[in-house]
């Protein structure tokens, strides 16, 4: 059964647009956990554009489901996390100049560093370190070679193609990626872009995936319904599609 990890940067992105304490993006995520997630993802950027260091101390404190630190392989965010220490750290990469993540994290070019973060997030006890890749067959090798356990496949590509052939052929090469993942012995992620519409499809193509993050799509239909009913849609959704 695949698990749902909510994303809540999101509520704290509208809370900084004003500079304000609301929405507090840690009771989000204790709405998200009542409304069933399996889950809560968070994403500390180094310029701090939304999450913030305070937000992190507190969704320690108070998420009682799984916690996902995303996180870039800078040592001051790294050190972060190591103090922490969340259930999982997913390494990702960043720009300064992105609005959001715009593909996976270079593990055959960064083989090095990533291999010295990977060991230092285990050393901190963290149970989980994934990689976010690229759905490509030499990027999920590299990510196994650098000792990450787990790997999140990057969805974008197949949320935003243009057609349905060209998504469903995403959603080929993602099946790929997973099963080649899922063959050297790591647990399979996947999120970015996923939302209630093409989720369905992904499903039903791609094996092996242990869990999903999906946040945006959520957050922003929560604008409309509420947190409560947007979550639980997005519940039944995945465990539908989920389903032998």
Known sequence: MTRLLINID??????NARRDRVPDPVHAAARCEA????????HLREDRRHITDRDVELLKETVTSK????????PGVVDICCKIRPHLATLVPERREEVT??????????????RATVAKLFEAG????ALFVDPDLDQVSAA???????????????????????RRSEADTLAAAAKHAHDLGMQ????????????????????????VSIGFAVIARALLVGVDRAVRDMVTLVRASSAP
């Open 10 to 15: 999101h509520v704290a992105t509208l809370r």
């Open 35 to 42: 409304a069933g997630a399996d889950g809560i993802v968070f």
């Open 67 to 74: 916690l996902d630190f995303e996180l870039s392989v800078e």
């Open 101 to 114: 993540t715009e593909g996976g994290i270079d593990a055959v070019a960064n083989e090095e560093r990533l």
């Open 126 to 129: 963290i149970e989980e370190v």
């Open 144 to 166: 196994h070679a650098v000792g990450a356990n787990c790997i999140e496949l990057h969805t974008g590509t197949f949320a935003t193609a243009a057609t349905f052939a060209a």
């Open 188 to 211: 399979v992620h996947a999120g970015h872009g996923l939302n209630y519409e093409n989720y369905p499809l992904f499903a039903r193509h791609v094996p092996h995936i242990h869990e």
